[in-house]
């Protein structure tokens, strides 16, 4: 069964700070991985995906996340935080055998000016 | 391209109501989801198309609820004697059918209030 958990459901850092976002995934075998941010009454916007090229993934907005197989983790990173970064993150895996993605719990990121 | 759309973006309805919400997904992509969000929570998948073709439920989907994408483009999803706990986003997203990299593009949902 595939699954993702995102520790801590809220996260708040100081604009130009280092954001990190957690997520770990349970896979038996080596998933697709993703990251998408949701605006206020907005739908999700992908962030970006791993699909076992790169272990390094850049995204749009300056983010970029690090597939780690000994860890099961894909965590999202941000070297400087800018107050439109606020808002949900959700961390998503897919099996590479099906169409059904599994979504984690979401953070939700402030940024303090 | 303009994007996934849905239809309506905001729906209050009664306990005991059906109602019945539209997913125009992005043209050509061959796939299509729907998935429900409740607050603090992430999507949760409830169905998947390929073209017209419903391939997948989630074991979420009791039998109040039902969707159809007739001819492979919009998709339907109806919900029959709502109740207080279908109260959620549903959201749609479609992707091109070109393996299991693809991206899901996902609308902006619909919000259900049954009061």
């Known amino acids: 069964a595939q699954s993702v958990t995102q520790l801590g459901s809220h996260v708040s850092v100081s604009e130009g700070a280092l954001v990190l976002l957690r997520c770990n995934y349970s896979?038996?075998?080596?998933?697709?991985l993703f990251w998408y941010v949701q605006y206020p009454n907005q739908g999700l916007q992908l962030l970006l995906k791993?699909?076992?090229?790169?272990?390094l993934v850049k995204g749009i907005n300056g983010f970029e996340a690090e597939f780690k197989k000994s860890e099961t983790s894909f965590h999202l990173t941000k070297p400087s935080a800018h107050m439109s970064d606020a808002a949900e993150y959700f961390c998503a895996v897919r099996a590479n055998t099906g169409n059904q993605f599994y979504f984690g719990t979401g953070t939700s990121l402030t940024v303090i000016p | 391209d303009t994007g996934v759309s849905q239809d309506p973006r905001h729906k209050i309805t009664k306990r005991g109501q059906n109602v019945t919400f539209r997913c125009d997904p992005i043209s050509e992509h061959n796939r299509l989801y729907w998935y429900r969000q409740t607050l603090g929570q992430g999507p949760e998948f409830l169905t998947y198309?390929?073209?017209?073709?419903?391939?997948?439920k989630s074991r979420l989907l009791s039998d109040r609820f039902s969707a159809e994408r007739p001819k492979g483009s919009f998709s339907t999803l109806e919900i029959q004697r709502t109740e207080q706990g279908d109260s959620a986003m549903y959201l749609c997203a479609s992707e091109p059918d070109r393996g299991f990299t693809d991206t899901q593009y996902f609308g902006p949902g619909t919000r259900l209030t049954v009061l």
């Open positions: 198309f390929q073209n017209e073709a419903q391939l997948e």
């Open positions: 791993y699909t076992s090229a790169a272990t």
């Open positions: 896979s038996s075998v080596p998933p697709y």
